[in-house]
């Protein structure tokens, strides 16, 4: 997606997913020339200018993945990438000079498998010659604020999976192109240097960054991308000039006004002169915002290339007269970003370093993009739901040793690649694409599903009995018709690498249940609890159930347990009282609601520590963005009319209910806002479940709905939040590590993006306090010991970013109703361990949550296992299996993660060692050979640019994990903090 100017972006769109097999790689022998060693050589002596041709083909913004393949709906925008494609490979095919670069692994994928042989091999050839470069290669070019790093590993993954299976070594992506998201995370360069990446480009930094790095000439840096894996991590990365687009007057697309150069001179239109020195005075304008006598131009921009010729007529000519009338002290030719990071590295020069991220990004003084860190508030859960049933699908097909559902696994992951578009789950596209969106993750779901009831069969049964299991997919607003009105077997699977107690809720109706564990025949302590109204009221829910049993399952590691659960005739009604002397409690915390109606967290074991939570709205600017200080907020843009949150007139009202199991407070705010908040028995968090929707705007009013939890810690106007799921950066209230901030929003540009955790620290007392989410939100600490979170928005205005229509969710003809979860943990820091596994354990159970299926008026058989694990042994407590799911040729993709950092703990944060040959029950592995993270290419053979950093400031550690150690019947793996290590497997099976 590309702004232009201060109105209105030019265009950003979407990709696809498809389905088909990848192409085999031809059997004869082929010259490759690809690579760095397809790179021009520049000039020491001269002006280096890279052109490097590109389209930047979104997957999915203003239109649907479809509709921008196709073409259609031309009206709303004029792209086809059907075209594009079709155009450019006609264009490198009539010229051996001209070099194209291509993104998005869907789109390549969508049209691949509809080309003729001829075709394919054509295009075969000029990626071996390497002129036509796959750049990033992930599914779709991801959002980096608002994505998990667990569904970035898998998009990647997949993406480089087609690649490398359809075009070979050629084909394999060794730089990171991340033009268009706005913002980067450090996490998202990380990744990229575990991927085996050489550098990273990327088009969008904050604007007083931009300013103060193009006066320093630091446009160029090397990026530290962990505090835990030293420079294993370290990515060398250039901020474009441009953002991605030509210099100004060089676009020379159908979607473009430019002129073309007329090279007639008894035209009167000739325009050769003035072509060349405009360029040539840009590239050295450019050039003084860099360091080296080198600088790229991005010669394209949103779904460029439709005729293609348009572009490599002029581009030809460019070259050919710079050539000409400048070659004394200009040396310009067709690139690509490989080749322009080529010649940087040979310059052996030392550069500056970077260890923080690029958040938030502000692209004027009154427009911080920190709004769609919220906003589309279900889009995101129904993308983190998609991932949990991903990972399970392929997990049970590697323990079940399933076979024929290859194609189905297939979907679901491109379904899932595509929701890490920046314009999918960021929540930024038009409402028809985000239904589509939608409509694209549920029908993969769906398959996943079936994956997962029929490997589970099989797993219980050892294959011989066959029998449908059920999931519900409405849990969130308390729906399950297969559990209202019968009796029924659950099977509980827990994808999780360590043994979880987990709270299970379903959906019933009034009346007295037993739930017995089927493994021990011991009956569970079970109760009900009511579902409350504001939850019964939900626009679309269609269910029966009023109540919801629940009980604690305890559940072996990457395994299952099953239950029978039983309607008794007599009517057991939950304990209810509205007393306002009554608070709920367990070991750890008391709960009340004040004379106020917000709730009171009191800590129990450590002395005066609390909290008091309450909801608050911002009423959203709403401007006619002709002017900076009339910008309006927006899908994007997160810009509240005042810095004051406006707080709700009346306290409310509430309900305690108390059980064996769980006490619940049943709060009611107003008609549109509502919580429970509840305590565990033995649980040591509070867990908030809010529900906010729909947001009335009869009054014309755009509300920004958060909730604060107000702490008694002295935070020092500091906080911390996760880099897309994985390590914590600190954050500092009105301050930028890099330059110096002139804040003109102090709301808006004090939020970051909170993948999965917020905290907080009191480092005289010792105390730290984390809010652990279970979506992707914005967050902010604005006052000291103050941790706020946006949960919903309903705006009526729309930001002039391009998607051209307010942020105004309906759904069954209302506003949006959102349901969500927070967990409040928090205590001494004095005992490290004991907190940091608490918060990690529990930020992995929301990540990863527990499946319940089932089985209605079923009788157990006796040929069927009740409970089973996936683990042969225990992992220990700082291991994650991050992946396991089928590869090819009946192989097994493993990944194996660290999930502590440096100093995170005393006793974890430290290496640790596993045999992995005996680790799995159902299988025992015969070898293991490591990959990169992408498992596109062996360890072994990585061989990334190394560079110099300008001071010692970068930890220049060990480049290389501890070779994997096979002798004596075992496979050792070491693991040292935040390092994820990935093997391909073969297994020989065991008896399941």
Avoid at 31 to 42: D, F, S, W
Avoid at 444 to 470: C, P
Avoid at 551 to 578: D, Q
């Amino acid at each position: 997606m590309l702004w232009s100017g201060f109105l209105v972006p030019l265009a950003s769109l979407l990709l696809l997913f498809t389905y088909g097999q990848a192409a085999s790689i031809p059997k004869e022998t082929v010259t490759r020339t690809c690579g760095y060693q397809a790179c021009p050589v520049p000039d020491p002596k001269k002006l280096n200018i890279h052109l490097v041709p590109h389209s930047h083909d979104d997957v999915g913004w203003l239109k649907t993945v479809d509709q921008y393949f196709f073409g259609s709906r031309p009206a709303i925008q004029k792209a086809g990438v059907q075209y594009i494609l079709d155009s450019v490979i006609q264009a490198l095919l009539a010229d051996p000079e001209r070099k194209f670069i291509y993104v998005e692994t869907a789109f390549l994928w969508k049209w691949w498998i509809r080309q003729s042989d001829k075709m394919q091999q054509d295009v075969r050839n000029l990626i071996n010659e390497g002129r036509l470069e796959i750049i990033g290669g992930g599914w779709s070019m991801n959002d980096e604020a608002v994505t998990h790093y667990h569904s970035l590993v898998d998009q990647y993954t997949w993406g480089f999976r087609r690649l490398n299976d359809t075009f070979g070594s050629c084909a394999r992506p060794h730089i990171g192109w991340q033009i268009d998201p706005f913002g980067h995370s450090r996490e998202q360069a990380s990744m990229f240097a575990q991927l085996g990446f050489d550098g990273m480009f990327f088009g969008r930094l904050d604007y007083q960054d931009k300013a103060a790095r193009m006066k320093n000439s630091n446009m160029e840096f090397l990026w530290k991308g962990s505090s835990s894996l030293g420079s294993r991590a370290d990515l060398f990365t250039v901020a474009l000039y441009n953002t991605y687009s030509p210099p100004p007057g060089f676009c020379y697309d159908m979607l473009c006004n430019d002129e073309p150069i007329n090279d007639d001179p008894e035209s009167p239109d000739y325009s050769v002169t003035n072509k060349v020195k405009q360029l040539v005075e840009y590239a050295h304008r450019q050039a003084a915002a860099y360091q080296t006598n080198n600088v790229i131009f991005t010669m394209g921009e949103d779904f460029n290339y439709q005729q293609a010729e348009m572009w490599f007529t002029n581009l030809d000519r460019l070259i050919r007269y710079v050539r000409e009338k400048k070659g004394n002290e200009v040396n310009i030719f067709y690139s690509t970003p490989s080749c322009y990071l080529k010649a940087l590295h040979d310059l052996e020069l030392e550069w500056v370093t970077k260890e923080d991220d690029f958040f938030p990004y502000a692209s004027d003084p009154h427009s911080f993009w920190t709004g769609y860190f919220s906003s589309r508030p279900t889009i995101k859960f129904y993308e983190r739901m998609g991932n949990n049933i991903l990972q399970i699908s392929k997990q049970l097909s590697v323990l079940a040793h399933l076979k024929g559902h290859e194609k189905q696994l297939e979907h679901f992951r491109e379904a899932m690649g595509v929701m890490q578009h920046h314009d999918a789950v960021t929540g930024t596209e038009k409402q028809l694409v985000a239904e589509d969106y939608a409509r694209i993750l549920n029908s993969a779901i769906e398959q996943g599903l079936n994956i997962i009831s029929e490997a589970m069969s099989d797993w219980r049964t050892n294959g011989q009995l066959k029998g449908d299991m059920y999931a519900c997919m409405e849990l969130n607003i308390s729906s399950c018709s297969y559990t209202e009105d019968q009796d029924t077997e659950l099977t509980i699977y827990n994808p999780l690498s360590q043994k979880v107690d987990s709270n299970i809720r379903v959906p019933v109706q009034i009346g007295s249940y037993n739930v017995v564990d089927l493994t021990d025949d011991v009956t569970v302590t079970s109760h009900l609890v009511p579902v409350p109204n504001s939850v019964q009221k939900i626009p679309g829910r269609n269910s029966s159930a009023m109540y919801e049993l629940l009980f604690i399952a305890t559940l072996p590691p990457l395994g299952y347990r099953s239950f029978k659960v039983t309607k008794n005739s007599e009517i057991t009604y939950p304990v209810v009282t509205t007393s306002k002397a009554y608070s709920i409690s367990n070991e750890f915390y008391d709960v009340s609601i004040n004379a106020n109606g917000n709730a009171v967290v009191e800590w129990k074991r450590e002395q005066n520590m609390s909290l008091t939570q309450s909801f608050h709205y911002y009423e959203g600017m709403q401007g006619n963005n002709r002017e900076f200080e009339n910008r309006s907020s927006g899908a994007y843009i997160f810009r509240p009319k005042s810095p004051l949150a406006k707080n709700f007139i009346k306290p409310g009202s509430y309900k305690i209910y108390k059980g064996p199991v769980v006490e619940e407070i049943h709060q009611y705010i107003n008609d549109w806002v509502s919580q429970v908040i509840r305590v565990y028995k033995g649980k040591e968090y509070v867990e908030f479940d809010w529900l906010v929707g729909p947001i009335p705007v009869k009054d014309t009013i755009s509300k920004e709905i958060v909730t604060r939890y107000s702490s008694n810690l002295n935070s020092s106007d500091e906080f911390y939040t996760d880099s897309n799921g994985r390590e914590m950066l600190k954050r500092k209230k009105n301050y930028r590590p890099t330059w110096n901030l002139n804040l003109f929003e102090e709301i808006s540009g004090n939020y970051y993006p909170v993948t999965s955790k917020i905290s907080l620290k009191d480092k005289e007392r010792l105390l730290k306090l984390s809010v652990l989410t279970d979506r992707a939100q914005g967050g902010t600490s604005l006052r000291n010991g103050e941790i706020e979170m946006m949960l919903h928005r309903r705006l009526l205005k729309d930001d002039a970013f391009g998607v051209g229509e307010a942020l105004n969710e309906t759904a069954f003809g209302e506003g949006l109703v959102v349901r969500g979860t927070h967990y409040i943990i928090g205590g001494s820091t004095k005992n490290l361990d004991k907190i940091a596994t608490k918060e990690k354990a529990l930020a992995l159970e929301m990540l990863l949550r527990p499946l319940i299926l089932i089985k209605t008026n079923a009788s157990v058989s006796a040929n069927v296992t009740i409970q089973n694990t996936g683990l042969a042994k225990s992992l220990p407590p700082n291991v994650h299996i991050l992946t396991l799911e089928p590869w090819k040729d009946n192989t097994v993709l493993l990944r194996l993660e660290h999930i502590f950092e440096v100093g995170e703990t005393v006793s974890y944060s430290k290496p640790t060692e596993v045999n992995i040959q005996d680790l799995f029950s159902t299988f025992t592995i015969v070898s293991a050979k490591e990959t990169t993270l992408g498992a596109n290419q062996w360890f072994n053979e990585m061989n990334r640019f190394k560079w110099k950093a300008e001071t010692n400031d970068v930890d220049q550690g060990e480049d290389f994990s501890t070779p994997v150690e096979m002798k004596d019947g075992a496979i050792n793996v070491v693991l040292k903090p935040m390092e994820i290590r990935t093997f391909i497997l073969e297994i020989a099976p065991s008896n399941l």
